[in-house]
């Protein structure tokens, strides 16, 4: 059971760049989450899918897109990355809305 | 909109001392629940709360939910270097996601 895959592991961008970062899990979850996480500031809520084909914004979407592409994945993308968006994102899935959290290994992300 | 906040964020503690890290909610919770983070590593649950003044132990961890359902606190006994990390609560209200508060970052000198 890998639990909550995320790729890439790494990334560099420049300004401007485009990317998607992916996010699998395979524990038949129905909920899922993006956080980034950035010194001092704990972990905050991109954006969610209570349930397949919903979605919604959390505390900071701006900058951000997500896609439910299906019950087992969730993308977040960054259409025009900014230095702002240089974090570590974490990808989380829960049985249910509310439900306790697993998340994955993260993805650390450094907009130059 | 709901705040979680906690403290200390930061605790160095002599290995074999005590630790408590104290969370608050600024409206009233319908459960609560306490990650920790390794340095390096992912955020792993630990434990949720759900009843109002709900007590619950894991080995030298205790963790409580206040009376309100406004408050917790996580306390662990004599602590190891094994302990080192960062403590989170993350507390639901209404049909709110969880928010999580900024943690508390443990170290423990050997």
């Known amino acids: 059971n890998a639990g909550v895959t995320q790729t890439p592991k790494f990334q560099v961008l420049k300004t401007g760049q485009s990317m998607t970062l992916q996010c699998a899990q395979d524990?038949?979850?129905?909920?899922m989450y993006w956080y980034r996480q950035d010194p001092g500031m704990g972990l905050r809520l991109i954006y969610y899918?209570?349930?397949?084909?919903?979605?919604d914004k959390g505390e900071v979407p701006n900058g951000y897109n997500v896609s439910r592409l299906n019950k087992r994945e969730f993308s977040l993308r960054l259409e025009s990355a900014a230095p702002s968006q240089t974090s570590v994102y974490f990808c989380?899935?829960?049985?249910?809305?509310?439900?306790?959290?697993?998340f994955g290994n993260g993805t650390r992300l450094t907009v130059t | 909109g709901q705040q979680v906040m906690q403290i200390p964020q930061y605790q160095h503690v002599q290995e074999g001392e005590d630790f408590t890290t104290y969370c608050n909610s600024s409206?009233?919770?319908?459960?609560i629940q306490w990650y920790k983070q390794r340095p390096g590593g992912h955020p792993v649950f630990l434990i949720q709360l759900v009843k109002s003044g709900e007590v619950k132990k894991q080995k030298r961890l205790t963790f409580q939910f206040g009376e309100a359902k406004k408050n917790s606190s996580l306390h662990i006994t004599a602590t190891q270097t094994t302990d080192v990390g960062t403590y989170f609560c993350a507390g639901i209200s209404g049909n709110t996601p969880l928010v999580f508060g900024k943690g508390t970052r443990l170290s423990v000198i050997a």
């Open positions: 989380a899935s829960a049985q249910e809305f509310g439900s306790p959290l697993h």
């Open positions: 899918s209570a349930s397949e084909g919903t979605t």
């Open positions: 409206t009233t919770l319908s459960n």
């Open positions: 524990m038949n979850h129905n909920s």
